[in-house]
């Protein structure tokens, strides 16, 4: 696709593991080039955080997933001319990005304020674990650390399991969204202005965001504690029966908000038992497990058509074998074919954005250590 959005913009990455590279691959799919700033020869340490001990093309899985369509510049920052040609660069670029520790940039002197004289049109966004003052400042920035520390691991599971982590980096990925969009905030704010923006996010902020109905639920009730189901599969601490999921007689059903007293109709419980709303709050776990009884009777499909009949919200509940087979995943045309360059191909995702009645497909790998330097010189350094 020709004309992308961010077409024109350079970014420069200074980030590393998985909020800042992965905001950065956003405004990549989006048109920006975006140039990470790696060390020599090893690059950024997130080359070497595995997935499954998956590497390939000689840095990990992970890797490559998040840099692809990306390039590469190779500077040692303590090298002066390294530090005077990146300089030079930053008063070429539109946005540079950076997760570094508090303090690590001011060493540097690549701080906002010095950036900004270099470049007073500069975006400077930045990603923190904890924020850059307070006692957590220093801590690691790592998400199941976040997940721990904000709560958030007393979400998920059931009444009896302790603390439950996701399965996924969801702060990082949260946090990445975060610093997209004030990315792109301030780039329109620069529009109007024609003055530089900092942009800060944390990790630590991201986790509270991300749980701003099940905070605001907690202030506002007393200060008690989420209650999670003490039946397996309750999909929520607040949420009111029937919210879970139950098993069937060859699999298991999801069913999100609805009528109590409808869906006892469907399922040929007695209505009456379900009248009175409050019950399905305070008698949570008893009903789920009255519901629970039933579905175990007939096949998740069976389940599906009759629910669905009724129009009650309900659904199966894939593993990645099944869900990867529907036709409606197929339709939406998420895959795409990264080439490597040892010749092999990388199967991933794509851009989740639609441009003008297009998909943003790059096939770009993530890059070598330094591998566009000499272009990047040739484009911005040679006067």
């Given at each position: 696709m020709h004309n992308k959005p961010l077409d024109g913009l350079l970014v420069l990455e200074f980030s590393q593991f998985m909020a800042g590279p992965t905001a950065g691959l956003r405004l990549a799919d989006l048109g920006a080039r975006v140039v990470k700033i790696e060390r020599p020869v090893k690059g950024e340490g997130g080359r070497?955080?595995?997935?499954?001990?998956?590497?390939?093309?000689?840095?990990?899985?992970?890797?490559?997933?998040?840099?692809?369509?990306?390039?590469?510049?190779?500077?040692?920052?303590?090298?002066?001319?390294?530090?005077?040609?990146?300089?030079a660069l930053i008063q070429k670029a539109d946005v540079i990005t950076h997760n570094f520790r508090p303090g690590v940039m001011e060493k540097i002197g690549l701080d906002y304020e010095s950036v900004k004289a270099l470049n007073p049109k500069i975006i400077y966004a930045t990603v923190t674990g904890y924020g850059n003052e307070g006692p957590w400042a220093k801590k690691p920035g790592q998400d199941l650390l976040v997940q721990s520390i904000s709560g958030l691991s007393w979400l998920s599971g059931s009444e009896g399991d302790g603390p439950v982590p996701f399965g996924l980096a969801v702060i990082d990925m949260y946090c990445a969204t975060h610093l997209t969009q004030g990315i792109l905030a301030a780039l329109l704010k620069r529009s109007r202005t024609e003055e530089g923006v900092l942009v800060e996010v944390s990790l630590l902020e991201s986790a509270l965001d991300m749980q701003f109905e099940v905070l605001t639920t907690y202030f506002n009730d007393g200060g008690k504690l989420p209650q999670r189901s003490a039946v397996r599969g309750g999909g929520h601490a607040y949420l009111s029966a029937p919210y879970g999921l139950y098993q069937t007689a060859n699999g298991y059903l999801a069913l999100a908000m609805g009528d109590l007293r409808k869906i006892a109709v469907v399922i040929g419980l007695p209505e009456e038992r379900y009248r009175d709303q409050s019950t399905w709050f305070s008698q949570r776990d008893t009903i789920m497990r009255e519901l629970g009884q039933v579905f175990r009777e007939k096949t998740t499909q069976e389940w599906v058509t009759l629910l669905e009949t009724a129009g009650i919200w309900c659904g199966s509940v894939h593993d990645y074998q099944r869900f990867l087979q529907e036709e409606n995943f197929l339709q939406t045309g998420m895959l795409q074919e990264i080439a490597l360059h040892d010749g092999t191909a990388l199967r991933t995702t794509r851009s989740v954005y639609g441009i003008d009645g297009n998909y943003l497909y790059a096939d770009k790998p993530a890059p070598k250590v330094g591998e566009d330097n000499e272009k990047i010189v040739e484009d911005y350094l040679i006067r």
């Open positions: 070497q955080i595995a997935i499954k001990n998956i590497f390939v093309d000689e840095s990990s899985l992970v890797f490559h997933t998040i840099n692809r369509n990306k390039e590469s510049y190779a500077a040692d920052l303590k090298d002066q001319q390294d530090l005077a040609d990146i300089k």
